[in-house]
């Protein structure tokens, strides 16, 4: 079959010299038929006459070969396809208008795809992906979170269902000695990560378990782009020295070119991880990556983990008493994924609306230039042109049209997807995304079904017959009774599209707005935060490390214009990372049970004024408050009416972190809410004294109330700090900075979204329009009858208006029913509004009858001048 077809395409590429070929050779056997019957005494012009007439013709001959190979059908199609070239030249406005249409929707629905694809539906680039899995500690199937240094020394120690499993966790470098000094995010990394995913270095080697022994000297691997970055390329990376938090970092090895993001943990610098000796379960923050053993499953694995758990549990019981938390292992694609499928599955389906919006858009047209051909079809028809010949050169428009579509769209969809790390800077798995081969073939696909769709009410049409009829209803009354309806429910169909669509944006839109009007609870029109890393090599212990935070709160305050300067281990509003468990003494958890939690910032006693937090009840934390004094607490006043509703919180106490062996903390003072964990999210907060803290804290964020706009503080503070060290590295930003990046993705989402909801309003806006203003074309004669009978304009403005809305209303009755199912994808994206809120359908549904409204009485305005007398004579 294959090589029949092919035999074909060369007979079609080659078919002028196949055609010179077989007239040659029937010319040399008349030739030989002349030559025999002027042998047997023929006259030579009556031999060549009978010779030609038992021939029957050459042209005859190669018809007939045509037909037998195949050629033929092949031809016709180029034909077509020429003549569909030709005749979209000639008719610009429409093909510049369709081809348009559909390359933008045809475009973005590749991008997204093309995000989808690599997102969600990608293998991992790791050999035998299925294989890695993340592990986590849980205690229900919603409350799930990380591991602590107990936790991963269990589980190095004993693994039987794991061929490989390490741990990592985020941190940050203080880089130095090379330019300025910078801040850089990092990871720590034991050997067993990059064994349990499979990678290699490209130039040196990758961390081994000898480099995370406490007397091992410091050793990172870099990623390809840091390295040539500062080293010109990965190999004359190898042996060069980093100066990290003050301590020299050898670099031993560089991983391949592009690989920067790694089970999800996208950094620069990957130091190997030296784990401390550890003095309770907690604190976690670690991430455990396993690789399973071949044809252990993740439920085998989930086995062996829980009595894992249950043999760690009494060791720690003193200071963990959770004893229904677990490990649990999920594959490791859908813990890198989260909860972004969400997003893209809402993106996805307003991309596909928007394209369904489109095709039904354009085969409106499709069907509108078709009646106005039906002279053409018909005359075809008369001249002995089959039905299959006339739809195949509907069909063939069609196809032409959309292919220029899909060119246009794959060039927008290569500018998107490249602009895709701007737009959408922490999807994940998007990083570097290109166009691919699949994303192609998807669009070329889609262009083709599009193709087809576009052309399918036409061609049925003509297959069916019915041509002659169509022409004289045509000719009567502006098209038959089918043709409306068809061009009516493509309409329709466009508006019950276009309502979910609208509907999402609306209530994104108005989430959003509700978000910008959250209180964060501090004014960050006056506040500066500045993000400070001690290094270790300088500041070696908490003594040393105290007395700079310290001296530094000191030295930024005497900054004149400076009202207040205070510290924090966690700056709102997004950043939940400080979180601490614990149990009231007044109302215990039940023995075995799960101890709450809450955000436990560290903090300075002129954090509160630098915030501008009032105080409610109490006292703040003071100097006052050191080691040796009893430890305190300042909590928020959401968390004191959750935990003590109808008590005095005040004099409460209560045990942090599960240590049972240490001095409860007492509640001193009760301050306003900070929204620590998103703007979503409740004001609960719990803080205590940096002084108060053991071990040492060398991250932390300067808050600094200004008298002036904040930006014209930025370099005398920067420079109040490195009169006491000259090589901190420092990171300054005003506080609405913070509250910026954390309205970022939902104001991007909300943008996209409304852009495609807008795209979706103006094409069905389009559609109705051109089908009102068809309309009132085709019944130009009976419009101008109605006018000269008496008829009132406004009637006949009436009349158009009221077809059109009839059309819009159907549409968007049938929309708000499938904006009902979507009600549960979105419901989990918003905040402040409910996904069936009644004001936004209500609003919705009137900006679509105010688009179809105007859409429709422009034709109207039209229909209403038309001029009766002109009108008769012109038919």
Known sequence: MLTDLLERVRALVFG??????????????????????????????????????????????????????????????????????????????????????????????????????AVLLADLPYPHPDRLVRIYNQNSPRNIWSLSVVDLQALQDDHQAFDAFGGVRFTSFALSGVGDPEQLRGTRVSAGFFSALGVAAASGRLTTPADETPAAAPVVVLTDA??????????????????????????????????????????????ALKLPTPTRRGPFGYAGIARL??????????????????????????????????????????????????????????VVLVLLVAIANVATLML????????????????????????????????????????????????????????????????????????????????????VLISLSPVVAVLRGSLAAWKSDLRRSGGSRESHTVRGILVSTEFALAVPLLLAAALLGSSFLRLQQVNPGYDPDRGLSVVLN?????????????????????????????????????????????????????????????QPVAPWPVVSPGFFAALGLPLLEGRLMTEADTAVSSPVLVVSRSWANHYFPNEPVVGQRLISGGCTTCPPDVVVGVVGDVKYLGLAGNGEGVYTPLAQQQGV????????????????FIRPVTEALRSLDPQLPLAAAPLREGLRQALADPGRWTRILSALAVTALGLSALGIFGLMSYVVRRQRREIGVRLALGAEPSRIIGMIVGRGMRYVAAGTVVGLGLALLEARWIGALLYG???????????????????????????????????????????
């Open 534 to 594: 001690l290094p270790a090599s300088r500041y070696p212990d908490s003594a040393a490390a105290l007395t700079f935070w310290r001296n530094a709160v000191a030295r930024v305050a005497q900054t004149p214009g400076v009202v207040a300067a205070g510290l924090t281990t966690s700056p709102p509003p997004d950043n939940g990372g400080d979180v601490n468990n614990f149990d009231l003494l007044a109302h215990p958890v039940a023995p075995g049970g799960a």
């Open 697 to 712: 804290f060398r991250n932390a964020t300067l808050i600094v109330r200004t008298s002036a706009a904040p930006e014209s």
């Open 16 to 117: 002028r010299r196949w055609s010179q070929d077989l007239d040659e050779e029937m010319r040399f056997h008349l030739e030989q038929e002349v030559a025999a019957r002027v042998r047997g005494g023929a006259d030579p012009e009556e031999a060549r006459r009978d010779a030609l007439l038992a021939f029957g013709g050459v042209d005859r001959y190669q018809e007939e070969t045509r037909d037998s190979t195949g050629v033929r059908p092949l031809q016709d199609l180029t034909a077509d396809l020429r003549f569909a070239l030709r005749s979209l030249r000639r008719n610009p406005g429409f093909t510049a208008t369709a081809t348009g249409v559909l390359g933008l929707a045809i475009g973005a629905t590749a991008a997204v795809f093309c995000v989808v694809h």
């Open 833 to 875: 509004v409910a996904p069936r809120d009644p004001v936004t359908i209500l609003s919705v549904t009137l900006l679509l009858a105010g688009a179809a409204l105007v859409a429709c009485i422009v034709p109207g305005l039209k229909a209403a001048r038309i001029r009766p007398l002109e009108a008769i004579a012109s038919e």
């Open 226 to 271: 840091f390295a040539r970055g500062h080293f010109g390329s990965g190999p004359a990376a190898i042996g060069k020295i980093l100066t990290l938090d003050g301590l020299p970092y050898s670099v031993v090895g560089v991983l391949p070119r592009g690989v920067d993001d790694l089970a999800g943990f996208r950094a620069p610098i990957w130091a």
């Open 368 to 451: 509108v230039r078709a009646a106005a051909r039906a002279h053409e079809l018909s005359v075809r028809a008369t001249l002995g042109a089959s039905r299959r010949r006339l739809a195949r050169l509907v069909l063939s428009e069609g196809l032409v049209l959309t292919a220029g579509a899909t060119i246009a769209g794959l060039g927008l969809a290569a500018l998107a997807v490249r602009g895709i790390g701007t737009i959408a800077p922490d999807l994940p798995r998007a990083n570097g995304l290109t166009l691919d081969a699949v994303t192609v073939l998807v669009a070329l696909g889609l262009g083709t079904v599009s193709g």
């Open 293 to 350: 053993k071949p044809g252990v499953t993740v439920a085998d694995a989930g086995q062996e983990l829980r009595a894992l758990a249950q043999r760690v549990f009494p060791q720690w019981q003193a200071s963990f008493q959770d004893q229904n938390a677990r490990y649990s292992a999920f594959e490791l694609r859908r813990t890198i994924i989260g909860d972004s499928y969400r997003q893209l599955a809402l993106f996805g389906g307003a």
